[in-house]
């Protein structure tokens, strides 16, 4: 093996490098720029939601002030222009009146059953009272503020401190 050989697949070697790292980096900068339109595609997507939450906040808060500054559920509902006046508009046709049909199912409820058939449940006998002694009271200690037992009374409140 000559050097003449050797220099030359040194050279072979080093252009294969070479041509590597330029696809690497043409394969990087692709997927650079398809992350950036990715993310400028989703920023545009949040700029628009964030634009449709604002000018709803502004509907919502605008009602509000014409409803004298009263939130509730009746100012804050999409509203329906078109006004149905009852049995007028039924002559015609249904769905005119600007409110949605009815779909619900009806209610169904029990039949009321005549007063000779109810009859009370069954009631259980009391149980017998057991007796508890009750502890003796402690003794009172007799001093300026000591007030007897018969004396008390349930609207005086002059004993409490309201500085509590």
């Given at each position: 093996?000559?050097?003449?050989?050797?220099?030359a697949?040194?050279?072979?070697?080093?252009?294969?490098?070479?041509?590597?790292?330029?696809d690497?980096?043409?394969?990087?900068?692709?997927?650079?720029?398809?992350?950036?339109?990715?993310?400028?595609d989703?920023?545009?997507?949040?700029?628009?939601a964030?634009?449709?939450?604002?000018?709803?906040?502004?509907?919502l808060?605008?009602?509000?002030?014409?409803?004298?500054?009263?939130?509730?559920?009746?100012?804050?509902?999409?509203?329906?222009?078109?006004?149905?006046?009852?049995?007028?508009?039924?002559?015609?046709?249904?769905?005119f009146?600007?409110?949605?049909?009815?779909?619900?199912?009806?209610?169904?409820?029990?039949?009321?059953?005549?007063?000779?058939?109810?009859?009370?449940?069954?009631?259980?006998?009391?149980?017998?009272?057991?007796?508890?002694?009750?502890?003796?009271?402690?003794?009172?200690?007799?001093?300026?503020?000591?007030?007897?037992?018969?004396s008390?009374?349930?609207?005086?409140?002059?004993?409490?401190?309201?500085?509590?």
């Open positions: 093996m000559s050097i003449t050989d050797e220099v697949r040194m050279r072979e070697r080093l252009d294969g490098l070479v041509r590597e790292q330029a690497r980096r043409a394969l990087r900068d692709r997927q650079a720029q398809e992350a950036k339109a990715k993310a400028q989703y920023m545009s997507k949040q700029i628009q964030a634009e449709r939450y604002v000018d709803h906040r502004r509907e808060g605008r009602r509000e002030k014409e409803a004298g500054g009263w939130a509730t559920e009746k100012t804050l509902a999409d509203k329906s222009n078109v006004m149905g006046f009852g049995v007028e508009d039924e002559e015609d046709g249904p769905g009146t600007g409110h949605a049909v009815n779909t619900a199912p009806p209610v169904t409820r029990p039949e009321p059953q005549p007063a000779a058939s109810w009859q009370p449940p069954p009631v259980a006998p009391a149980p017998e009272p057991v007796a508890v002694a009750e502890p003796a009271p402690a003794p009172r200690r007799a001093g300026r503020h000591a007030r007897r037992e018969e008390f009374d349930d609207d005086d409140f002059s004993n409490n401190s309201w500085m509590k």
